[in-house]
């Protein structure tokens, strides 16, 4: 069982952070962009993976790190903006962006007028991340125009692998894979 403290500074686990831990199935080097509290990177540690978790915010920084000593996991962390201070190649790589279709709110889901600005920033640098047949797991929102996210995409191969749905919105886990 998992034991992680929050902030009201950072983003708190939700069902899109669920959905990542109970339906992304890994390599063994792992990177998550945007950790928040790093229950993600926290769980698949626990599963023997190598982790490193990032997040631009220095408070999720510092959640991460206790978190991480509190459940007696090593993990890699570091402050980074998406991929401004990654220098490695990974099997994984997490993201659980902020996707929502709004502007001037919180970092931690104001994804822009689109949804889309922090995941087109994403989208445009992971592959250069990957390892050779690696994966990317993301969480996309139906309030988004995710077909036109796909067609702009065409160097990425999407797998839609689970959807939760609320009266408001549906999300999506997919799973991206780097067409060679």
């Given at each position: ?63 991460i790190s206790k978190n ?70 993301i969480i996309l929102s ?39």
């Open positions: 069982m998992l034991n992680i403290d929050y902030s009201n500074n950072v983003y708190r686990p939700a069902e899109d952070t669920y959905l990542i831990i109970y339906n992304a199935i890994p390599g063994n080097k792992i990177l998550e962009i945007g950790s928040g509290t790093g229950i993600i990177a926290i769980h698949f540690a626990l599963k023997n993976h190598d982790v490193t978790a990032t997040d631009i915010d220095e408070n999720a920084i510092e959640l991480a000593i509190k459940n007696e996991i090593n993990i890699k962390i570091i402050k980074s903006d998406l991929f401004e201070n990654i220098n490695e190649k990974y099997d994984t790589i997490i993201f659980n962006p902020p996707y929502l279709p709004v502007e001037n709110e919180s970092l931690q889901w104001s994804g822009g007028k689109s949804g889309f600005d922090t995941i087109y920033k994403f989208l445009d640098n992971a592959y250069k991340y990957l390892n050779q047949d690696g994966n990317i797991y139906d309030l988004t125009d995710i077909g036109n996210l796909i067609k702009k995409y065409k160097n990425y191969k999407f797998k839609k692998i689970k959807c939760e749905k609320f009266d408001f919105e549906s999300i999506f886990l997919f799973e991206l894979k780097v067409i060679q």
